[in-house]
């Protein structure tokens, strides 16, 4: 009974509290002031299409920075971002001297040499596979530029930007990876101050990672230039980079 | 002549006692929706009308606007007449209840017999429709309905006894004469009032003893076949109950239509004022109800027939003897009875928790020992 006189007494004491309920349409919560809701485009109910115009206001304006307006006509091709960041690292491209490419298509000419071989002497040619020759190339041989980017993209040897002078290979096969390959990946990106995949910007080191270089006895491994380095730690790894990075005079970033 | 003024009287009377049976119906849904709602820190329905006074006259016309269906099995004599049936408790109890100085229908010599003998109504009119519905299920829920309110008139009567022992009469205007100059029934017999008021609250099928239709577990109970104005009619009853109910109970233990200035406006020999009284300690008390309902989880059946034939009405006969014993023996008998009831009553909410506990627990010890 005391029991019940206790729950009675409790449901009378909520009699005149303050009510939660919200009057939506004519009371409206008061949002925190960094509540950021929910995204949506709103659709015009008239002729079906989205409202937004991708101004990218948005974009610019959001504090925390949660917004990107990827726009496209939908008269356009759908063109994925992959392809759009591709296309644009390739208009960043060095104009290239095409005449050096010339003994590479009379060797052609003459001895009709394979599509590999080509490729290899591009590449030592201008250090890496740059837009242009392979177009050329195509032109000049009928092999279509698809081709030509299937084969050049399935070969690690062959690289489609530039890089820089010394290229740091960091081998992330799976001994590796659990030898602590993440770290020193992590170390040369923090030292070399440029992501994995990149270029420093005076074209000194170039970071990039490979799947194994058959050296897992000495994991975690890594490789600059045709010099391999073993049984890393970060803290060595960071000695061994900033010795070179000296000698050469390279600066970080 | 005379008999041109009776006829015309008792029409008058029909006409009140059904305007206050759904009077209260409707207003008795909005008020409910609107302090259950309170007392969960919520608004409840505001919109339609001012403060949302017109919901259930919203609720109405779209029962009476609803289709009339009658299941094809179902036996179309009983299942029609059931839910005309369960208004007679309400609209009948009304003869014999003053609803001030000058405006009773009848006061009866009998009037606590009739009034035990109306609220069965309720019982029979809920046991036609479970079983004309033609649904097992809703039988089920009408037998259990039945056998609720069945074993709660026990302790009803036992109570009413009490208080017929302490009035010398079955009348309720004598009775509420008997309370004039606020000697309340309450004050001397809460004992009582607090048997008598448990068990109204289950015969008006009212949490926590609202088994019959317990809305968040059964389909409704012996309702479950009923739909549109037929359900309405069950639904009607049940609120104006709470009411009525309640102007018993005001008339039995809580002085009647006695209040400050009931004297004060009297014309065609009626106390103005006095009604007044009445609808607010009648109200008070179905706040009461409201209150008790939302405060209090629902019991289960063994529990609520235990409550019953265990406690409530052992409590009934002990209290009866005893308030017969006070009147016959003990010269100041509103003193005595006062002490009396008074104990039984703190002995009864201080004892009920502990004794309970110790059941509970020893029930528990001779369970078996499950080594899962």
């Known amino acids: 009974m005391l029991g019940m006189l206790k729950a009675m007494r409790t449901t009378l004491r909520h009699l005149p509290m303050k009510k939660v309920t919200v009057q939506y349409p004519e009371e409206r919560e008061r949002l925190p002031e960094r509540s950021r809701g929910l995204f949506r485009v709103v659709i015009d109910p008239a002729s079906g299409e989205a409202r937004c115009r991708a101004c990218t206001l948005c974009e610019t304006n959001c504090p925390v920075q949660v917004i990107r307006v990827n726009a496209t006509s939908k008269y356009d091709l759908p063109v994925p971002n992959v392809a759009r960041l591709a296309e644009r690292r390739l208009a960043a491209q060095p104009k290239v001297d095409l005449a050096l490419l010339q003994p590479v298509l009379d060797d052609w000419y003459e001895h009709g040499t394979g599509l590999i071989a080509m490729l290899q002497a591009t590449q030592e040619i201008y250090g890496y596979l740059p837009r242009a020759a392979l177009e050329r190339l195509s032109l000049q041989t009928g092999i279509s530029l698809s081709q030509i980017y299937g084969v050049a993209s399935f070969y690690n040897q062959f690289r489609l930007s530039p890089v820089g002078e010394y290229l740091i290979d960091v081998c992330h096969g799976t001994a590796c990876h659990v030898a602590g390959a993440p770290l020193i990946t992590a170390a040369l990106e923090e030292e070399l101050g440029v992501p994995e995949g990149r270029t420093t910007r005076d074209m000194k080191f170039t970071l990039s990672s490979v799947a194994c270089m058959g050296a897992c006895s000495q994991a975690p491994v890594m490789r600059i230039g045709d010099q391999t380095y073993g049984n890393l730690t970060p803290d060595k790894t960071r000695r061994i980079i900033r010795e070179l990075m000296e000698k050469v005079g390279a600066k970080r970033g | ?372």
């Open chain 2, 1 to 372: 002549m005379d008999l041109v003024i009776d006829i015309l009287r008792a029409l008058l009377f029909v006409v009140i006692a059904y305007a206050v049976v759904f009077v209260a119906a409707l207003v008795n849904i909005v008020f409910e929706r609107r302090f259950l709602a309170f007392m969960q820190d919520r608004l409840g329905p505001n919109r339609t009308g001012p403060q949302g006074l017109l919901q259930s006259v919203a609720d109405a016309f779209k029962m009476m606007g609803k289709e009339d269906f009658r299941p094809s099995l179902a036996d179309p004599v009983l299942f029609t007449l059931a839910p005309v049936m369960v208004m007679i408790g309400a609209v009948a109890i009304q003869v014999v209840l003053p609803y001030t100085g000058g405006l009773v229908a009848r006061d009866l010599d009998v009037g606590l017999i009739y009034i035990v003998a109306i609220t069965g109504f309720t019982t029979l009119a809920i046991l036609t429709g479970g079983w004309a519905s033609h649904n097992k299920y809703s039988l089920v829920g009408a037998l259990r309905a039945a056998g609720q309110m069945i074993s709660y008139e026990v302790p009803m009567i036992l109570a009413l006894l009490a208080v017929a022992a302490v009035a010398g009469s079955l009348s309720l205007g004598d009775l509420v004469a008997l309370q004039d100059g606020y000697r309340w029934l309450v004050l001397y017999a809460p004992f009582t009032f607090l048997i008598f008021y448990i068990a109204s609250i289950a015969e008006l099928n009212r949490g926590p003893f609202d088994l019959p239709e317990s809305e968040s577990e059964l389909v409704a109970g012996y309702g479950s076949e009923y739909s549109g104005m037929r359900f309405g009619m069950f639904f009607l009853n049940e609120y104006a109950g709470m009411t009525i109910m309640s102007m018993v109970v005001a008339t039995l233990f809580f002085g009647g239509w006695h209040g400050p200035g009931e004297d004060a406006l009297v014309f065609w020999g009626v106390h103005w004022v006095g009604l007044l009284w009445f609808v607010l300690k009648a109200y008070v008390l179905v706040f009461a109800l409201v209150w008790v309902r939302l405060s209090l989880p629902r019991l289960q059946v063994d529990q609520l027939m235990a409550f019953a034939w265990k406690v409530l009405i052992p409590l009934g006969l002990v209290n009866l003897l005893a308030t017969a014993a006070v009147m016959l023996w003990v010269p100041r008998w509103r003193l005595g009875l006062a002490v009396f009831s008074w104990l039984a009553l703190l002995a009864f909410v201080g004892l009920f928790d502990p004794l309970l506990k110790r059941r509970l627990r020893r029930q528990r010890e001779r369970l078996p020992v499950v080594n899962a």
